[in-house]
């Protein structure tokens, strides 16, 4: 038991420090992401564990790290400031184009060096620290669908509307199941120009009766950093009937009637058993007698000699 034991602690080391552990050379705190003198720049999901809290990321004074991969930090909805000074990324060739677009589609940076004539980036910081962000609303914070029936639910954008927005919509199940209800588009897009789009809910109806507080729950994923999101409620309201269930009624009455019944059987059986020993025995001593009364039986002819012994006919001395 010991060694099992002892194993599964190292398993569980082992499986937690590769989920869970900050790579070598960061620190991993809950809003900021450190890491300096690194060998090798980590992969973006081990270095970002939560995403969706990251404010800060500083990866400097790297002398290996010369690339930074494609939409390395795409991923991060809430970050607001970046640094990757000290580091020789190399901007001769089209590894490392991406950053400068990036930087110009989520907002005005400090950039240090041009990734077009061959020259080193050296620095990009406070990346949204002076941005107004751009919000991603529902047009209502829940909604009520009754079931059979389809909601329309809109989604819409503030600010700057000269490119299209792709958002995806999530669902986070609580009572509800996924065979409850149906969305008819998860992938939107609000168009160049526009400022809106929607998608319908509609709740399946079933024969069932569903629970109170049968619903689920919207978010909005948008594919840029600086968007601000939002979540709705969404109720589902079941049509099907309530079913009375009479209760059962129970009674002194009743209760004293069910033990007499037990009693009763219970006595029944044993005198049924006293009834059946009493016949087998009274069988096996009229065997016995019969057999007497016909001289049957093991018995021996004995005769006693002038000495006053006896033997049996066998001349077996008996005593």
């Given amino acids: 038991m010991t060694k099992i034991s002892a194993l599964f602690c190292i398993l569980l080391a082992f499986f937690s420090g590769k989920t869970f552990a900050c790579p070598s050379g960061c620190t991993c705190l809950e809003t900021e992401i450190t890491c300096t003198n690194l060998n090798t720049l980590p992969d973006a999901s081990d270095l970002f564990t939560n995403p969706n809290q990251v404010e800060t990321v500083s990866i400097t004074d790297s002398p290996s790290v010369t690339e930074i991969p494609d939409n390395f930090f795409s991923d991060l909805p809430m970050l607001t400031t970046l640094d990757v000074s000290g580091n020789p990324i190399d901007c001769s060739g089209s590894d490392n184009d991406w950053i400068k677009t990036w930087l110009a589609a989520v907002a005005t940076s400090t950039v240090t060096g041009d990734c077009s004539d061959g020259t080193e980036l050296n620095m990009y910081t406070d990346l949204i620290a002076d941005v107004v962000p751009v919000s991603l609303t529902f047009d209502d914070t829940s909604y009520t669908v009754d079931e059979s029936e389809t ?45 809106s789009t929607s998608f319908d809910v509609t709740v399946v109806d ?114």
Avoid: C, H
């Fill in 151 to 195: 909601q329309s639910v809109v989604v819409s954008r503030d600010g700057d509307t000269s490119t299209p927005l792709n958002v995806r919509v999530m669902v986070e199940l609580s009572e509800a199941k996924e065979e409850d209800f149906m969305i008819s588009n998860k992938q939107l897009t609000i168009a160049t120009g526009e400022s």
């Fill in 206 to 319: 079933n024969t069932k009766k569903d629970p109170e507080g049968w619903g689920f729950m919207l978010k909005l994923v948008p594919e840029s950093i600086i968007i601000r999101s939002s979540s709705a409620s969404v109720s589902l309201v079941d049509n099907d009937p309530n079913v009375t269930v009479p209760p059962v009624v129970t009674t002194t009455q009743n209760i004293d009637t069910s033990v007499i019944w037990i009693v009763l059987v219970v006595l029944l059986v044993l005198v049924v058993v006293i009834v059946i020993v009493i016949f087998i025995w009274k069988k096996k001593q009229d065997r016995k007698r019969t057999s007497a009364s016909s001289g049957q039986g093991d018995y021996a002819a004995v005769q006693k000699d002038g000495d006053g012994k006896v033997y049996s006919a066998t001349t077996e001395e008996i005593a």
